[in-house]
């Protein structure tokens, strides 16, 4: 059961313009978001998170916004660099089940110079 | 301060065997949570453990089960190896079970 789900396998995007990724959930339980980030032959790396008591969050050049009706969340980046070429990884969790994250198959953001 | 480290980087056993796999959790973390992650597909939790017990499971059977010790590392171990047990698997270490999760690089295995 796939109850995370990036729906776009891969993004490529010019440099110094804004990245969308996207990620929609089916759980109504969930209530915290995160967004790792992978480079080839490292584990995933914690980029930014949200509580579904808010609708947005902000770090820099990275904001997550968060559409709890449509169930639906989205990374921005804003502006894109080529070091930000990874593949990116939506998690969910829920505070009952607050140690089984759920995550999304991934999408492998490409930024070109 | 030390990151998450997994040992060995790459395994490769033959279906029918067991393997364990090794964890060291960052610094002052107490919870280490174990995913596997198949080709072209996101982490898979597996279980977690916090303070030396089991602290929630996913959807795995009974041959995946782990340890944690007094200093916080971890093994995953896995019994009767199937050819569907190919995948990276990746530790995670957090000060909690609901703090922010860190990841260490992986063990690739390959059950042929």
């Known amino acids: 059961d796939q109850q995370v789900k990036q729906n776009s396998p891969s993004l490529s995007v010019q440099e110094g313009r804004i990245s969308i990724l996207n990620c929609d959930y089916t759980?109504?339980?969930?209530?915290?978001f995160l967004w790792y980030k992978k480079y080839p032959a490292e584990g995933p790396t914690f980029l930014i998170s949200i509580s579904s008591i808010k609708d947005k969050n902000e770090d820099g050049r990275f904001t997550v916004f968060l559409n709890k009706s449509a169930k639906h969340l989205s990374l921005h980046i804003v502006p894109s660099q080529p070091g930000d070429s990874a593949v990116y990884f939506c998690a969910a969790r829920s505070l009952y089940n607050n140690n089984d994250m759920r995550f999304g198959a991934g999408t492998r953001l490409t930024v070109k110079p | 301060e030390t990151g998450v480290t997994q040992s060995p980087t790459h395994l490769i056993k033959t279906r029918g065997q067991q393997v364990t796999l090794r964890c060291s959790s960052q610094s002052g973390h107490n919870t280490v949570s174990w995913y596997q992650q198949a080709l072209g597909q996101g982490p898979q939790f597996i279980f977690q453990?916090?303070?030396?017990?089991?602290?929630g499971r996913g959807n795995f059977p009974p041959r995946f089960s782990g340890l944690q010790f007094p200093n916080y590392s971890s093994e995953l171990n896995v019994n009767a190896l199937e050819l569907d047990d190919s995948a990276l698997y990746l530790c995670?270490?957090?000060?909690?079970?609901?703090?922010?999760?860190?990841f260490g690089p992986g063990t690739r295995l390959t059950v042929l």
């Open positions: 453990y916090y303070r030396e017990e089991e602290n």
């Open positions: 995670a270490s957090s000060g909690t079970g609901t703090d922010t999760q860190y």
């Open positions: 759980n109504s339980m969930f209530d915290y």
